[in-house]
Nanobody, 124 residues
Framework: QVQLVESGGGLVQAGGSLRLSCAAS????????MGWFRQAPGKEREIVAT????????HYADSVKGRFTISRDNAENMVYLRMNSLKPEDTAAYYC?????????????????WGQGTQVTVSS
């Protein structure tokens, strides 16, 4: 089992940048695929980016390609989401997620463990 704690959210102007962090507990972090998802008020939770256990493969939602970068540090049990060129439509609660496995998992239902979320608000 793994516990996840997100940090790094906040208020930023359009065009700005933020880096979200996700700290994971447990000694087998490197055997988990990780993902970032987001949920805006009144909308369903949607994928942002996912990464394999090694960091060798990544997947991005079309809406964030070229602007966001997911990465991980297995030695530190950390996953990051670098967000550049932020837009008001990126405003949402952002959630870190994990599941055991060595594939690239790209849907909400693939993930078993979730953090509490961190709020990102982008002003126009």
């Amino acid at each position: 089992q793994v516990q996840l704690v997100e940090s790094g959210g906040g208020l930023v102007q359009a065009g700005g940048s933020l880096r979200l962090s996700c700290a994971a507990s447990g000694r087998t972090f490197s055997s988990y695929a990780m993902g970032w998802f987001r949920q805006a008020p009144g909308k369903e939770r949607e994928i942002v980016a996912t990464i394999t256990w090694s960091g060798g493969s990544t997947h991005y939602a079309d809406s964030v390609k070229g602007r966001f970068t997911i990465s991980r540090d297995n030695a530190e049990n950390m996953v990051y989401l670098r967000m550049n060129s932020l837009k008001p439509e990126d405003t949402a609660a952002y959630y870190c997620a994990a599941r055991r496995g060595f594939e690239l998992y790209v849907t909400y239902s693939d993930y078993d463990y979730w953090g509490q979320g961190t709020q990102v608000t982008v002003s126009s």
